[in-house]
């Protein structure tokens, strides 16, 4: 029996996709191995990596100047291979703070001896806001701008892409990655963890332009530099083979499912839903200011907090997990990442709208 799952991640991940990775889990491609099982420098593996890639660049519209490198460590890793690879130590850096990742992307930045410079900052609002466009202005000198699209905790997406001039745009798109259509070319560095929309935990996908390779520290760690990596097919090492072979499989799911115009599409239409239920009532709420909720994470509250461990004990019991809003803020959360399909949503907002007549 399959639940609707709504965890922020590691997510629910598409049923076709897990089925085809059981069905050819104890023999990959007539090997008598599983792909865990195989090297990666096989002629296999090299192909299966090779068609992940392929399927990204098509299915996300990636321009032949950029690089695509899958590395280990998730997007916490890049928080640190952001610096190391793009500044000298005191550097200057812009950043926008929309929330506890980005907030965490700053402090390793800082770690990292960048200067970092906060432009534009949200916590005042306890992270319910995006700023305007023109409220910001990036500083002379500074070697990237830094936002998050999408913040897992809070749920707030950016409602467009930032103006960065001349200054190379930088995204953790973790929560939101290839959940629309995006303009990559906007962007100098694109990053995320594998493990909302993605696949499995540990694998970030970076999309980096060309010409920003080439500038590593000279004490960056080879496993941490972007240049090595690149020239090395992201195979310096052992790659995280099970969770780019998964990649693969996503992408042609998302290829099968009419590509991201389509995606997009759909992940607008559940937002909207499951926003229109929560308005619609007065038992339940969402903080964040309109234009800048979140398509793929809707945390909401309930009128009285003493009903959540109730209403989480009911969900579970409908078959709808995961639902625990983030420590640090309570309430719910309910992620709605590229798996999550209507009925999920239906069946959430049918239990909440239960849930509300007898217990309100
Ligand atoms: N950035 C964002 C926006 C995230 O949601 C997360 C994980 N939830 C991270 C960074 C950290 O990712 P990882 O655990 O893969 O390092």
């Not at 965490?104 to 432009?119: D, F, L, N, P, S």
């Not at 042609?252 to 389509?262: C, F, P, Q």
Request: charged content about 20%; aromatic content about 8%; overall charge negative.
């Amino acid at each position: 029996m399959r639940v609707h799952n709504f965890s922020a991640g590691p997510a629910q991940l598409p049923l076709p996709v897990l089925e085809r990775a059981a069905s050819e889990l104890t023999d990959w491609r007539g090997s008598g191995m599983s792909v865990l099982e195989v090297s990666h420098r096989g002629a296999d593996f090299i192909e299966c990596a090779a068609d992940a890639e392929a399927a990204l660049r098509s299915v996300a519209g990636v321009p032949d100047d950029y690089r695509v490198l899958f590395l280990a460590g998730g997007a916490t890793g890049q928080f640190s291979a952001i610096p190391a690879n793009l500044t000298a130590r005191g550097d200057a850096v812009a950043f926008l703070n929309t929330g506890q990742w980005s907030a965490k992307a700053i402090k390793e930045a800082r770690r990292a001896g960048a200067v970092v410079e906060v432009i534009a900052d949200e916590a005042a609002s306890s992270y319910t806001t995006t700023p305007d466009p023109g409220s910001f202005a990036v500083p002379d000198g500074a070697r990237y701008l830094h936002y998050t699209p999408n913040e897992t905790i809070g749920g707030v997406e950016f409602p467009y892409i930032p103006d960065a001039g001349d200054v190379p745009l930088v995204a953790d798109l973790s929560s939101a990655y290839l959940s629309r259509p995006l303009d990559v070319s906007r962007f100098g560095v694109i990053y995320g963890g594998a493990q909302k929309n993605l696949g499995p935990a540990g694998l970030a996908v970076v999309i980096v332009r060309e010409d920003l390779l080439g500038r590593p520290r000279a004490d960056v760690p080879a496993i941490w530099d972007w240049t090595v990596m690149a020239a090395k097919d992201s195979m310096l090492n052992t790659p995280p083979t099970f969770s780019i072979y998964l990649l693969g499989l996503i992408l042609h799911w998302i290829e099968d499912t009419g590509g991201l115009a389509a995606m997009g599409e759909r992940n607008a239409a559940k937002a909207q839903r499951l926003y229109g239920a929560i308005d619609a009532s007065d038992f339940y709420a969402n903080p964040v200011e309109t234009r800048s909720r979140s398509r793929m994470n809707i945390p909401f509250t309930l009128a009285d907090p003493a009903l959540d461990a109730d209403f989480l004990a009911g969900a579970e019991a409908a078959g709808l997990t995961n639902l625990k809003g983030h420590r640090s803020v309570g309430g719910m959360r309910a992620s709605i990442y590229n798996a999550m399909d209507m009925d999920g949503v239906a069946a959430l907002i049918d239990y909440m709208t239960e849930f509300e007549r007898t217990k309100a």
